[in-house]
């Protein structure tokens, strides 16, 4: 099994356009498990296929799969409060990021 280190090392040096966003994704990858870490990475900065993943860090195809679905959904998860910086398009969207920031969503006097 590839070491994290050996990943990271394989990182290539292209920026994001947006620094802020580069810093904040950098920081959020740094929360992730370290196998799920070396995944994203391989992945998305090496812009490698599953299979060739699952090969290098000697994991099964699923366990690879696995690990991007988990992660992103995470990183989504995260990066949710960021991606309501701009204005909603309509009333209705406006309604709905008002009660998004207002705290949990409340079904019947009980937390969704």
Known sequence: ????????????????????????????????????????LLRYQEDLDPTQIARTLGLSINTVKSHLKRSLSLLREWLAPDATLEAPSDAK???????SQSGPAVRDGSPI
């Open 93 to 99: 969207g406006a309604a709905a990021l008002q009660g």
């Open 1 to 40: 099994m590839t070491s994290l280190t050996e990943v990271e090392a394989l990182a290539s040096e292209t920026p994001l356009t947006d620094p802020l966003l580069s810093t904040r994704l950098t920081q959020l990858i740094g929360q992730l498990q370290p196998a799920a870490r070396a995944v994203i």
